[in-house]
C-alpha cells in the first residue's frame, strides 16, 4: 500500500520570501502525485498534479513542484509567497490503476508580513 | 452555482443521536467520496462509490452508512453517535474512480458531538 509523509507540520515564512514544503511518498509501484490546498474554513481545491512526462510540474497561484523518482519526493515550491497563501496543504499519492487517494497529514503554512 | 454542496454545514448534536449530512453534485461525475478529517487535519477516505455502487468500503464503524440515491447524491447516515465522531466530513466527487482523477471537494460538514 502507498503511503505519503509530510515532513513538516507547520512552516512559517515572510511574505515575498520563497518557500518549500516537502512530501515524501512510498510505494513499490508507478504512483500519481497531487498537491491539494485547503484555505481556511473551506474545502481541499487541486494545486498542481504529476501523471508523467516532465517531473516539473507547474499549478495554479504560482506553485510548482517537482517529482524526483529516486528519492521519491514530490516537494512543492513557491519563489514569494503572499498573505493570500495562508493555507493547508496536503500532499496526496494514487497507484496507477488504483481506486484511492491517500493524502499526507498536512503542513500548515502561515505568511508572516 | 456551488459543484459539490453538503448540507449542514454545521451540525452539533447529542450521544446516542442519528444525524444524516446530505451530498449533491453538479459537474456530471460518475464517481462520490466521503472524507473524514479529524482535529488534526488528517484526511481519511471512508467511502467512494462509482455510478451508484460502493467500491470503497474502508474500515469504518457499521454505524456509519452511505447511501447513493443516483450519482449526483451520496449521504452519509451515522447511527449512535460517538464522541469520537466528531471531525469535519468531507464529500468528493470525480470523473472516474481510477488513480489519475482529480478530485473536487465540497466545503466540508463539522460534526460536534457533545
Known amino acids: 500500500a502507498q503511503s505519503v509523509t509530510q515532513l513538516d507540520s507547520q512552516v512559517p515564512v515572510f511574505e515575498e520570501a520563497p518557500v518549500e514544503l516537502r512530501c515524501n511518498y512510498s510505494?513499490?509501484?508507478?504512483?500519481?502525485l497531487f498537491w491539494y490546498v485547503q484555505y481556511p474554513n473551506q474545502g481541499l481545491q487541486l494545486l498542481l498534479k504529476?501523471?508523467?512526462?516532465?517531473?516539473l510540474v507547474k499549478g495554479i497561484n504560482g506553485f510548482e513542484a517537482e517529482f524526483n523518482k529516486s528519492q521519491t519526493s514530490f516537494h512543492l515550491r513557491k519563489p514569494s509567497v503572499h498573505i493570500s497563501d495562508t493555507a493547508e496543504y496536503f500532499c496526496?499519492?494514487?497507484?496507477?490503476?488504483?481506486?484511492?487517494?491517500?493524502f499526507g497529514q498536512g503542513t500548515r503554512l502561515t505568511i508572516n508580513p | 452555482d456551488t459543484a459539490v454542496s453538503q448540507t449542514p454545514k454545521y451540525l452539533v448534536t447529542q450521544m446516542g443521536n442519528d444525524k444524516s449530512i446530505k451530498c449533491e453534485q453538479n459537474?456530471?461525475?460518475?464517481?462520490m467520496y466521503w472524507y473524514k478529517q479529524d482535529s488534526k487535519k488528517f484526511l481519511k477516505i471512508m467511502f467512494s462509490?462509482?455510478?451508484?455502487?460502493?467500491?470503497i468500503n474502508e474500515t469504518v464503524p457499521n454505524r456509519f452508512s452511505p447511501k447513493s440515491p443516483d450519482k449526483a447524491h451520496l449521504n452519509l447516515h451515522i447511527n449512535s453517535l460517538e464522541l469520537g465522531d466528531s471531525a469535519v466530513y468531507f464529500c468528493?466527487?470525480?470523473?472516474?474512480?481510477?488513480?489519475?482523477?482529480?478530485?473536487?471537494f465540497g466545503a466540508g460538514s463539522r460534526l460536534t458531538v457533545l
Open positions: 459537474l456530471g461525475h460518475d464517481t
Open positions: 496526496a499519492v494514487s497507484l496507477q490503476g488504483a481506486q484511492k487517494l491517500v
Open positions: 504529476y501523471l508523467s512526462g516532465s517531473t
Open positions: 510505494s513499490s509501484v508507478s504512483v500519481y
Open positions: 462509490y462509482n455510478n451508484k455502487e460502493l467500491i
Open positions: 468528493a466527487s470525480s470523473q472516474g474512480f481510477r488513480g489519475a482523477n482529480v478530485l473536487t
